[in-house]
């Protein structure tokens, strides 16, 4: 991966950005509906990927989290062969290296898994369309229904306004958060808290 695609993948994943994924995650993106409306329950989801393009670009990490009564309920947290090489741009970002997913599942294996784990509850992601992108990519592979989708940087947007961008670092240093940067779990249980604190502001 070359350093300006690693750099579109840090603006993309973590950043206050305002251009979304392209073409691929735009046509999915009716499947979905962005709500601003509060959930009780919902799942937190994020995505580690090998780049930014859902369909090319392969899912590396999965964090799940399902919240009831904004209580944390199950997780799903693993690492997935991706089978093909992970970058060093990309190990630099999440610290994951060929080496540990080299005898971790295939996303064949888990994606009828991870769909039944969301079930019918809306998902929770911080700039949701690049995860929805790669969620949606997996129709090849298992039937994706349509989802409601609350995106934390839209909330975020509206609701804490006194920080100068909305980057889940910069957020999670506002609440004082632990963060585990760029890990699928850290990123949720961030996002969740982000979420919460949100919706405490409605």
């Known amino acids: 991966m070359e350093k300006w695609e690693a750099e579109r993948l840090l603006n993309q994943k973590m950043q206050d950005t305002r ?16 709500t601003m409306e509060p959930a009780d329950n919902y799942i937190v989801l994020d995505f580690e990927t090998t780049g930014l393009r859902a369909g090319d670009d392969k899912i590396i990490q999965i964090g799940a ?3 009831i009564g ?8 693993l690492l997935i062969n991706p089978e093909r090489p992970i970058s060093s741009t990309i190990t630099r970002i999440t610290g994951i290296r060929n080496s540990d997913v080299q005898n971790a599942p295939v996303i064949e294996e888990i994606a009828p898994q991870l769909i039944d784990f969301i079930g019918e509850l809306p998902i929770v992601a911080h700039n949701a369309p690049f995860d929805m992108g790669f ?7 298992t039937p994706v229904p349509p989802y409601q ?3 934390t940087v839209r909330l975020a947007r509206k609701f804490i306004t006194e ?4 980057k889940l670092t910069t957020l999670s240093a506002y609440l004082e958060l632990e963060h585990n940067a760029h890990d699928a779990l850290g990123d949720c249980l961030v996002t969740a808290s982000i979420y919460q604190f949100c919706i405490g502001r409605m």
């Not at 046509?27 to 979905?32: D, E, I, L, Q, S």
């Not at 904004?70 to 947290?77: C, L, R």
């Not at 969620?135 to 592979?141: P, Q, S």
């Open 19 to 34: 251009t979304y994924p392209k073409r691929r995650t735009a046509t999915r993106a009716k499947k979905y509906n962005l």
């Open 65 to 67: 989290v399902k919240y």
């Open 70 to 77: 904004h209580h944390q309920q199950d997780t799903m947290y």
């Open 135 to 141: 969620l949606y990519a997996l129709e090849r592979i």
């Open 149 to 151: 989708v609350i995106d």
């Open 163 to 166: 920080t100068p961008n909305h």
